[in-house]
């Protein structure tokens, strides 16, 4: 009888204590993740920035209120080949990383976060042009979606450091 009520008193305090963290979870019912952050974007200059801004905007959804934070992303692409080697082959490994700049920027102009962040996607080029181009295209477009969920945590953790 003894043990149950030790049992029960030290679920209870864990449980107590568990309320005092001052961790706010990213997901769940009351996890900043679900709330909706209207933000304004500025005007993409590149498929990669057109792709994380459609992305971003359908996750935090679009301010009507020019007085809400304005994200900036001005990505960069680059290509390289993952192995070296003298043998010829038909085909060949590549990667290909998007790099964004970000700035969360408020409405009188002072910068909320400035930072930077990139991911990568494996592609395969072969001697046709036009294929190789495609698949460049495609493993750009890839990295874009990936990088923007990164952006979107990371601007989740500014637009709560700021409001906090």
Known sequence: MFR??????SLLGATALA???????????R???????????????SRAE????????????KAADPA?????ITTS??????????VTRPS?????????????VAADGS????TSRSAAALYTTDSQALAASEAEREAIERAARELAETVRLTLLGALVQSAG
């Open 4 to 9: 149950n009520a030790f049992v029960a008193l």
């Open 19 to 29: 309320g005092c963290t001052g961790l706010t979870p990213v997901y769940g019912e």
């Open 31 to 45: 996890g900043i993740g679900t709330e909706r952050h209207p933000l304004n974007y500025a005007k993409p200059n």
């Open 50 to 61: 057109q792709v994380i801004y459609q992305e971003l905007a359908l996750r935090f959804g």
């Open 68 to 72: 809400s934070p304005t994200v900036r």
């Open 77 to 86: 692409n680059a290509t390289r080949k993952l192995t070296r080697s003298n």
């Open 92 to 104: 060949e490994q590549r990667e290909a990383t998007v790099t964004a700049r970000i700035e969360l």
């Open 111 to 114: 910068i909320i976060l400035s």
